[in-house]
């Protein structure tokens, strides 16, 4: 078998979105099961809608979702003479020919050719214009295109599509199609063609949007004297009301730094959009990344357009449930060593890292990471939900507040004094916080609840949690105390 090269081709014009991820991602697994190569290539043929800033968005994309590639990034716009003497070389050996069709006639005739119910694509006047005509033409200095000569024969051009079977489309129907612009530039189907050749590319796997060019192409690769790659049409995404993605339409729900910026990881990212058009047969929804190489095959790409789901007006998440409910479970039951990672970049980024967790308190740090984690939806949590553990600067919500707090206003006497009791334990385990905690409820004839809810709320700005007395071991004495007599403020700041 001749070895596997397959390229993600993106033109940068935007972000890196959800569709554009998941081509990456299938060609890097299909890459990386045949220990084949990866191309990263840039298609910035379209000087006017491509950015630097788009070009590294895209790259940053692959770095963050851990999409690595084995040669590039190429750009497209480097590799021009390529495209030029491919298509002097189209011309040359009868390929092709120069068309001095004005924008105006072609117009006429096209016009003439609907109002007759006629064919309307292009005639073919200047397909056999003698080299003397054609002389004369240029010599008047008027300009020309370059069009692919189809063959003039019956039958069909079909190509094996590893995804949709045989796809095939009469000779007859594809007209003399344009391949170099009247400016002599030549166009992006001859360029990514000339470029899938030179890169030595297998098998080309790409959204169902560019069928309408594969056929064409085909032809190009044959005129060429190169062999077909092997295609693998994926399906496309579409929304609820099957409009395909885009972001003028949805946003930055589309864009996968929104993800990264929401805290979710980037491989459970990955896992998501994997199942987004590709079935593995079975009910397996968690896969890492070696049981998704191993499992994954072209022939698995699904026929019809998947849905993205996002869903708007969540409190918290605007995104497909599904892709939250991949990211929690990964989030969960994750290695801690590689949670701790992540979570690391995060506190970083969110001014709340402190060395000593990665030394003395390392621990300490992997205990309340695992402690914490079974309540949170993405990385960010542990810096939002779960602050009150890392830092003095965290926020009481509102609910618990209310119920837990200000419902209780004695709790501004009671809390201090069991930060009292605390402080004189020897031993401040949980079994001993326990027993004080009752005692006092006991010794004040009210429910343990008031005070152990209280407590929570004091200690973590949260209604919900693990164990009350875990979190008090997590949370340290020191910093309990310190909490617990300092319980005026609530009360003073939301009265
Ligand atoms: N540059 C094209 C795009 O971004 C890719 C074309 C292809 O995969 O052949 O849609």
Known sequence: MTEVRVRFPPSPTGYLHIGGARTALLNWLWARKNGGKLILRIEDTDAERSTQESIEGIIDGMNW??????EGPYFQTEFSDDHNRAAKQLLETGHAY???????????????????????????????????????????????????????????????????????????????????????KPLYLLCNVVDDIRDRISHIIRGQDHMSNTTRQVL???????????????????????????????????????????????????????????????????????????????ERIGKVNSVFNYQKGNAKFFTDPKLISINEQYLRSMDIEQLAELVKKDFIEQGIWD?????????????????????????RDFATLGRAYFADDYQVEAKPLKKNILKHPDLKKWLP???????SLDDFN????????????????????????????????????????????????????QRLSNIDHLYNENE
């Not at 979702?65 to 084995?70: A, E, R, T, V």
């Not at 390392?362 to 079974?374: K, S």
Request: proline fraction near 3%; hydrophobic fraction near 40%; aromatic fraction near 8%.
């Open 65 to 70: 979702l851990g999409l690595d590639w084995d």
């Open 98 to 184: 120069k068309c001095f069709c004005t924008k105006e006639e072609l117009d006429r005739k096209r016009e003439s050719a609907m109002a007759a119910k006629q064919d309307v694509r292009y005639d073919g006047t200047c397909r056999h214009l003698s080299a003397e005509a054609i002389a004369e033409k240029e010599a008047q200095g008027i300009p020309h295109v370059i069009r692919f000569k189809v063959p003039k024969v019956s039958g069909k051009v079909a190509y094996d599509d590893k995804v949709l079977g045989t796809i095939e489309r009469s000779y007859e129907d594809i007209e003399d199609f344009v391949i170099v612009r009247s400016n002599g």
């Open 220 to 298: 190009l690769y044959k005129a060429l004297d190169a062999q077909v790659p092997v295609f693998a049409h994926m399906p496309l995404t579409l929304d609820l009301q099957k409009r395909k993605i885009s972001k003028r339409s949805h946003g930055e729900i589309v864009a996968v730094q929104f993800y990264r910026e929401k805290g979710f990881i980037p491989w459970a990212l990955c896992n998501f959009l994997a199942l987004l058009g590709w079935n593995p047969g079975t009910e397996q929804e968690i896969f890492s990344r070696e049981e998704l190489i191993e499992a994954f095959t072209l």
């Open 355 to 379: 060395e000593v967790y990665d030394t003395e308190k390392r621990e300490w740090f992997l205990n309340t990471l695992d402690l914490i984690r079974d309540r949170f939806h993405t990385i």
């Open 417 to 423: 004094l069991l930060a009292q009791q605390f402080s």
């Open 430 to 481: 949980k079994e001993s916080t326990e027993a004080e905690s009752r005692a006092l409820a006991e010794k004040l004839e009210i429910k343990p609840g008031i005070i152990i809810n209280g407590m929570r709320t004091a200690l973590t700005g949260q209604l919900a949690g693990p164990g009350m007395f875990d979190i008090l071991m997590a949370i340290g004495k020191e910093r309990v105390i």
